[in-house]
Each structure stands twice: as structure tokens, then as C-alpha cells.
């Protein structure tokens, strides 16, 4: 896995450079997104992959596995995933949510089987997500331009930087066999795409300009996960002093 890690971590660091090197060439009516040809075709490009590798694998474990399962393997996955939602809520100083997703962590550890049953939901105990990305925009960084990075999809340049930083602060990074480590990375890859089967199938059935419709989609969520379901009532991108 940190083998695996440190590829992607140079594959996108790669993409990054290209992307600064572009923005001078490229241009957009969007002010959120000054790089959209180059972001098309990474888009493109993803959505390609997506269409003989990682749609095919996901239709297959949708097959496959029971739904019971699955939704073990989902609970057990977003039970590590906790972990590092716990650490960025401190980096934000919030309490509140520190203290329950470390109860969630607990709870379901030791009475959900080891994640596989979420029990801590059942409790009444909210499930946050955080990340470092959120943990930057929280403290005043600006989310600057919307990326798509290859592989990884729909972005902006604040959140690109911090991905790194949410792949070393995956739990499963601290497993030592490399085995089990990669093979939870795919088991996640693939359970996540299962879980937007419908969803990506809906967008490109219904929706004019897929691409659009994802950027715009991705960039509310940011602003509202950052805002903790509380945006300011306008952003501009063009103005540097206005909150994330």
C-alpha cells in the first residue's frame, strides 16, 4: 500500500504540474474552473477507465456478493475510514464531533464485529466525514480552481494538494503486509463504485452535459461539507478574501 501510495501520491503531483503550466494557455467562462478543456479531458480520459475496468469490476461484485455482505464490507471500510475523520475534527477543534466519531469508532469495533455491523448508527451516534482538505478549508485556505485529477475524478486545487495527506493518514496504511493493505484499497475502490452504479448511470442518462452537472455537484458538497451543512449564502471565486 505505501508503495501503491507513493505512486499516485507522484501520478498526481505529475498532474498538478501540468495542470499550473497549463493555466496560462487555458481558458473558461467559469471562474471556478479556468483549466475546463484540460479538466474534460481528464474527464474523459477517467470516465474511459471507468467504462472497461472499474464500472465492469463493481457490476460483478454487485453480482456476486449478497447485499447483506456488502453492506458489511461498506460498514467495515467507513469504520477505518472514522479513524481519520476523528483526527481532522480535531485539527478543527471540534469537540463534539471528536469525542462521537471516537464513541462510533469503539462501539462498532467491539460490538459491530469490527466494523462490519454499525451499530453506533443504531445508537442514535452521527457518522461525520472529514478530511484534510476540510481540515484546510476550515482554517481559512481557499479551495482555488476545480481539477479533475486522473483516476481520482472531480477536485479543486486546495483539495488535490491535501490528498496526499488523506492517503498517508488512511488507517490501512499502518497494516504491515502489503497483501492485505492492497487488497483493501481495491475492496474500497470497488465498493465505493458500487455504491454510485446508479448514480453515475442516472447522470449520463439524464443529464445534458455530465461533466458540468458533476463539477457543479462536487463543488456545492465541498462548500457545504466545509460549512458543515451551514455555506455562507454566496461565494465568489474571484475574490480572494471570501471564505472557503
Not at 497483501?179 to 443529464?207: E, H, Q, Y
Request: aromatic share 8%; proline share 6%.
Amino acid at each position: 500500500m505505501r508503495a501503491v501510495a507513493r505512486r499516485l501520491s507522484l501520478l498526481l503531483g505529475v498532474g498538478m504540474l501540468l495542470l499550473l503550466q497549463a493555466c496560462a494557455t487555458v481558458k473558461s467562462a467559469d471562474a471556478r474552473d479556468p483549466w475546463e478543456p484540460m479538466n474534460r479531458s481528464i474527464y474523459q480520459f477517467n470516465d474511459a477507465i471507468d467504462t472497461v475496468a472499474l464500472k465492469p469490476a463493481a457490476q460483478l461484485y454487485v453480482k456476486v456478493l449478497p447485499n447483506m455482505v456488502r453492506t458489511g464490507v461498506s460498514n467495515f471500510m467507513g469504520n477505518l475510514g472514522d479513524v481519520w475523520s476523528m483526527v481532522n475534527s480535531a485539527l478543527q477543534l471540534k469537540g463534539q464531533a471528536t469525542v462521537e466519531t471516537f464513541m462510533r469508532i469503539n462501539v462498532n469495533t467491539f460490538m459491530g464485529l469490527g466494523g462490519i455491523l454499525d451499530v453506533a448508527t443504531e445508537m442514535g451516534i452521527e457518522k461525520r466525514r472529514e478530511d484534510f482538505g476540510q481540515t484546510l478549508g476550515y482554517w481559512g485556505v481557499q479551495p482555488g480552481p476545480y481539477v479533475v485529477l486522473p483516476l481520482f475524478g472531480p477536485s479543486t486545487l486546495r483539495d488535490a494538494l491535501a490528498f496526499p495527506v488523506d492517503m498517508q493518514g488512511n488507517v490501512t496504511n499502518s497494516l504491515a503486509d502489503d497483501a492485505t493493505r492492497n487488497a483493501l484499497l481495491v475492496t474500497r475502490l470497488v465498493d465505493m463504485r458500487a455504491g454510485l452504479l446508479k448514480t453515475v448511470d442516472a447522470i449520463k442518462a439524464s443529464s445534458l452535459d455530465p461533466y458540468s452537472f458533476v463539477r457543479d455537484g462536487y463543488l456545492q458538497k465541498r462548500r457545504n461539507d466545509i460549512h458543515d451543512g451551514n455555506p455562507p449564502p454566496s461565494f465568489d471565486y474571484n475574490e480572494s478574501s471570501s471564505k472557503p
